[in-house]
Nanobody, 121 residues
Framework: VQLQASGGGLVQAGGSLRLSCAASGRTFSSYAMGWFRQAPGKEREFVGCISRSGGYTDYSDSAKGRFTISRDNAKNTMYLQMNSLKPEDTAIYYC???????????????WGQGTQVTVSS
């Protein structure tokens, strides 16, 4: 499966962004999906994940209550709605696909190219 993340940009603190991850290739609904991010000088970290059907989601503590993951299997697309953004959310955001969901990056065998999110104070 090929993944293409989009929707990043520059936003002021307190603002919102919605990221999209479009999938092509093999059946999108066969994959659990995740969002990760990497800030300059830091390791890649888990943001959230969603099950194949979309019935289960999980989030990092920093994302919980502010971010929402969803997916539309008919459109082969996953979304990350980010609200109440903070400067510390600034990072490159990556989407990933795997056979099961979880917070470890090792669970995901397919990765998109990333989209930059910058939150100004």
């Amino acid at each position: 499966v090929q993944l293409q993340a989009s929707g990043g940009g520059l936003v002021q603190a307190g603002g919102s962004l919605r990221l999209s991850c479009a999938a092509s290739g093999r059946t999108f609904s066969s994959y659990a999906m995740g969002w990760f991010r990497q800030a300059p000088g830091k390791e890649r970290e888990f943001v959230g994940c969603i099950s194949r059907s979309g019935g289960y989601t999980d989030y990092s503590d920093s994302a919980k209550g502010r971010f929402t993951i969803s997916r539309d299997n008919a459109k082969n697309t996953m979304y990350l709605q980010m609200n109440s953004l903070k400067p510390e959310d600034t990072a490159i955001y990556y989407c990933a696909a795997g056979l099961t969901y979880g917070s470890s990056s090792f669970l995901y065998g397919y990765w998109g190219q990333g989209t930059q999110v910058t939150v100004s104070s």
